[in-house]
């Protein structure tokens, strides 16, 4: 990739930031793996769409007109996948609420949109759609794994027998949610070596 | 030329995205109703099974009590599911949810109880002891323990399939005179908490002891009728027939074979009322027992003289999150003396906040209180409701108990 172009912070190594961007709609649809895997599909998608019309438009789009023009696409796939998913996953709309819908203003989507399909050709902004919605997705489900299991003692909405009296409802929680978070993007940061990356960074 | 460029890529993307979102909404639309119409079934079906749509009739029926909130009329002719909501006296607060199934020919089919707040719920088994009953729920007993949610319950929903059958939808049940006369007794003597059976014999058919001491019930038969009798702590007794009429005068031997019974098993309160009216009143002369055909908390009464001044005591049984023991004196004017209780709190370490209550000053800011003056305000401790609702009862039977002293009931 040439120095400068702008992509994704997973794409740069720094995948926390993705994280910590979309944090919120993380906590909400890692309480149960059904919900994750609904919430992957919808970021996945939505990142993906638009992505492709983002970067197949930005060149006609003139500069002080892309906020409006790129929330409103954004938006609209929003609207489309939401009104689709009410359709055939109901049970999963109804467990996302209203973070499914809040999805059309996630800073993730957006600045996926404005950072990268905003600066690249379609071929790089579908790369780094499908690799973020990918890894939010995967990051999603293994916080639902864990606040399921040990939160709720259960799995797909299903009790685990032998865990009922050892939950701890507190990781089904917003603080046991942030809890997991937080050692997932540990353990992610470890993988990705990030703290070698910025020492990299601040040597150069 | 910049702004109309722009002006028409804007409206582009809204055309495209609003006319996108029509053609969905063309294949979406149905299966969203048809889910949504699902999902409302579902909840429905689960007091009736087997149910396949339904049609809220509501509107269309009248004289609806406030509890009943939606009727829905099963369209195959399976019956109707009834959406009602019930608030006990003691929690009072945000009500419980209740959903009724009931057949065509008026019986429960199926009974749920979908949310409360209370703060003491009867078992998650007590609403299917009404499966199976119509409208006079004959047989269906209040909860031991949850006196006050399972009586806002049962008179829920008592109310809500009396409200079908005085709209023709149901057939209304028939009440025999024994369960009548069961019904009146809370009516009768409301101070009687939880009912428990005694044996029978003789003319009584049936015997009731309150739980918290206030009295007896009967029910009794005179030849082919049948009455209910009521004996409080205090030895009174009233007689009432099937209609609710006070028929004690034409019915002495049934009131006396009521009161000889209630004598035999009534718990003695007046020596250790005698006891802690002197302790409370030290120097008290001449405390003459009172006898009042009041059937409600109090349990007994007396008067006395102190510093050559007439005084009445009352000692009322009232229950809260446990029985209390409650004791005022009145003085001729009918303002309150003094207030003490056996024990005002039994759970201290779950009512947090009466570490910080001030007994002493809690008594006294009833001192001077009369019937007319009192508010309510003056019973209230901080995270125990149940207790000062006992506290309220308490204080509200004292003066009615006054009153009717005065007013020559004695």
Redesign the interface.
Same mark, same amino acid.
């Given at each position: 990739m040439k120095k400068g172009t702008k992509t994704s912070y997973l794409l740069k190594g720094t995948p926390s930031i993705l994280l910590v961007l979309g944090a919120g709609f993380v906590m909400a649809s890692s309480t149960d793996i059904r919900a994750a895997l609904g919430m992957g599909a919808a970021v996945l998608i939505a990142m993906l769409l638009s992505s492709i019309v983002i970067s197949a438009l930005h060149k006609i789009i003139p500069a002080y007109a892309k906020l409006p023009a790129y929330l409103m696409i954004i938006t609209g796939f929003v609207s489309l996948i939401s009104m689709f998913m009410q359709a055939h996953f109901p049970n999963v709309v109804e467990m996302l609420g209203v973070h499914l819908a809040t999805l059309a203003v996630s800073a993730v989507v957006y600045r996926d949109a404005e950072e990268v399909a905003d600066h690249n050709g379609e071929a790089t902004s579908i790369k780094t759609a499908l690799v973020t919605g990918i890894f939010f997705t995967v990051v999603m489900v293994v916080c639902a794994l864990i606040r399921e299991f040990f939160g709720a003692a259960t799995f797909w909405g299903k009790p685990i027998a032998f865990m009922q009296d050892y939950k701890i409802s507190a990781i089904a929680g917003a603080f046991g949610g942030y809890l997991v978070l937080a050692i997932v993007m540990a353990i992610i940061n470890k993988i990705t070596k990030l703290h070698h990356h910025l020492d990299e960074e601040e040597e150069n | 030329m !910049?702004l109309l !460029? $722009?002006f028409v +890529? *804007?409206v582009l +993307?809204?055309a +495209?995205?609003g006319g @996108?979102?029509f053609a *969905? #909404?063309l294949? $979406?639309g149905p &299966? &969203?109703a048809k #889910?949504s119409a699902g @999902?409302a079934n579902d909840r429905l079906n689960s007091v009736m099974a087997g149910g396949a749509a339904y049609e809220d009739i509501t509107a269309t029926l009248s004289d609806l009590p406030a509890t009943v909130t939606a009727v829905h009329k099963e369209t195959s002719g399976l019956g109707y599911v009834i959406e009602a909501t019930a608030t006990s006296d003691y929690t009072g607060g945000a009500p419980m949810d209740i959903l009724i199934g009931v057949d065509s020919t008026g019986v429960i089919c199926g009974i749920q109880l979908v949310s409360h707040s209370e703060s003491l719920i009867f078992g998650a088994d007590y609403p299917s002891t009404y499966i199976g009953k119509d409208s006079a729920l004959a047989g269906v007993e209040l909860y031991a323990g949850s006196t006050f949610s399972s009586t806002a319950f049962k008179d829920s929903v008592s109310a809500a399939l009396n409200a079908l059958a005085a709209n023709n939808l149901i057939a209304a049940g028939v009440k025999g005179d024994d369960q009548i006369l069961t019904e009146m007794i809370p009516t009768v003597a409301p101070g009687f908490t939880k009912l428990l059976e005694e044996t029978a014999s003789g003319n009584i058919q049936k015997a009731f002891q309150a739980e918290n001491g206030a009295g007896f019930a009967y029910i009794m038969t005179a030849g082919e009728k049948s009455y209910l009798a009521v004996v409080n702590a205090m030895g009174a007794c009233k007689v009432y027939d099937t209609e609710g009429n006070d028929v004690t005068a034409d019915n002495a031997a049934l009131a006396d074979e009521a009161k000889t019974d209630a004598a035999a098993k009534q718990a003695a309160y007046l020596d250790p009322f005698k006891s802690k009216i002197e302790k409370m009143m030290e120097g008290a002369a001449d405390i003459t027992p009172i006898t009042l055909d009041t059937f409600n908390s109090v349990v007994s009464a007396a008067s006395f003289t102190f510093e050559g001044a007439t005084y009445y005591a009352f000692y009322s049984r009232s229950v809260g999150f446990h029985q209390m023991d409650i004791y005022f004196i009145i003085d001729a004017n009918g303002a309150i003396t003094k207030m003490d209780a056996k024990q005002f709190i039994f759970e201290e370490e779950y009512f947090m906040a009466f570490g910080g209550m001030d007994v002493t000053a809690y008594k006294d800011g009833f001192v001077g209180i009369t019937g007319d003056t009192f508010t309510g305000e003056e019973v209230i401790i901080a995270t125990a409701t149940m207790t000062s609702n006992a506290v309220k009862q308490a204080t509200e039977d004292t003066f009615d108990a006054f009153n009717a002293l005065k007013g020559g009931a004695q």
């Amino acid at each position: 990739m040439k120095k400068g172009t702008k992509t994704s912070y997973l794409l740069k190594g720094t995948p926390s930031i993705l994280l910590v961007l979309g944090a919120g709609f993380v906590m909400a649809s890692s309480t149960d793996i059904r919900a994750a895997l609904g919430m992957g599909a919808a970021v996945l998608i939505a990142m993906l769409l638009s992505s492709i019309v983002i970067s197949a438009l930005h060149k006609i789009i003139p500069a002080y007109a892309k906020l409006p023009a790129y929330l409103m696409i954004i938006t609209g796939f929003v609207s489309l996948i939401s009104m689709f998913m009410q359709a055939h996953f109901p049970n999963v709309v109804e467990m996302l609420g209203v973070h499914l819908a809040t999805l059309a203003v996630s800073a993730v989507v957006y600045r996926d949109a404005e950072e990268v399909a905003d600066h690249n050709g379609e071929a790089t902004s579908i790369k780094t759609a499908l690799v973020t919605g990918i890894f939010f997705t995967v990051v999603m489900v293994v916080c639902a794994l864990i606040r399921e299991f040990f939160g709720a003692a259960t799995f797909w909405g299903k009790p685990i027998a032998f865990m009922q009296d050892y939950k701890i409802s507190a990781i089904a929680g917003a603080f046991g949610g942030y809890l997991v978070l937080a050692i997932v993007m540990a353990i992610i940061n470890k993988i990705t070596k990030l703290h070698h990356h910025l020492d990299e960074e601040e040597e150069n | 030329m !910049k702004l109309l !460029k $722009t002006f028409v +890529i *804007l409206v582009l +993307i809204v055309a +495209i995205f609003g006319g @996108a979102m029509f053609a *969905l #909404n063309l294949y $979406t639309g149905p &299966i &969203i109703a048809k #889910n949504s119409a699902g @999902a409302a079934n579902d909840r429905l079906n689960s007091v009736m099974a087997g149910g396949a749509a339904y049609e809220d009739i509501t509107a269309t029926l009248s004289d609806l009590p406030a509890t009943v909130t939606a009727v829905h009329k099963e369209t195959s002719g399976l019956g109707y599911v009834i959406e009602a909501t019930a608030t006990s006296d003691y929690t009072g607060g945000a009500p419980m949810d209740i959903l009724i199934g009931v057949d065509s020919t008026g019986v429960i089919c199926g009974i749920q109880l979908v949310s409360h707040s209370e703060s003491l719920i009867f078992g998650a088994d007590y609403p299917s002891t009404y499966i199976g009953k119509d409208s006079a729920l004959a047989g269906v007993e209040l909860y031991a323990g949850s006196t006050f949610s399972s009586t806002a319950f049962k008179d829920s929903v008592s109310a809500a399939l009396n409200a079908l059958a005085a709209n023709n939808l149901i057939a209304a049940g028939v009440k025999g005179d024994d369960q009548i006369l069961t019904e009146m007794i809370p009516t009768v003597a409301p101070g009687f908490t939880k009912l428990l059976e005694e044996t029978a014999s003789g003319n009584i058919q049936k015997a009731f002891q309150a739980e918290n001491g206030a009295g007896f019930a009967y029910i009794m038969t005179a030849g082919e009728k049948s009455y209910l009798a009521v004996v409080n702590a205090m030895g009174a007794c009233k007689v009432y027939d099937t209609e609710g009429n006070d028929v004690t005068a034409d019915n002495a031997a049934l009131a006396d074979e009521a009161k000889t019974d209630a004598a035999a098993k009534q718990a003695a309160y007046l020596d250790p009322f005698k006891s802690k009216i002197e302790k409370m009143m030290e120097g008290a002369a001449d405390i003459t027992p009172i006898t009042l055909d009041t059937f409600n908390s109090v349990v007994s009464a007396a008067s006395f003289t102190f510093e050559g001044a007439t005084y009445y005591a009352f000692y009322s049984r009232s229950v809260g999150f446990h029985q209390m023991d409650i004791y005022f004196i009145i003085d001729a004017n009918g303002a309150i003396t003094k207030m003490d209780a056996k024990q005002f709190i039994f759970e201290e370490e779950y009512f947090m906040a009466f570490g910080g209550m001030d007994v002493t000053a809690y008594k006294d800011g009833f001192v001077g209180i009369t019937g007319d003056t009192f508010t309510g305000e003056e019973v209230i401790i901080a995270t125990a409701t149940m207790t000062s609702n006992a506290v309220k009862q308490a204080t509200e039977d004292t003066f009615d108990a006054f009153n009717a002293l005065k007013g020559g009931a004695q």
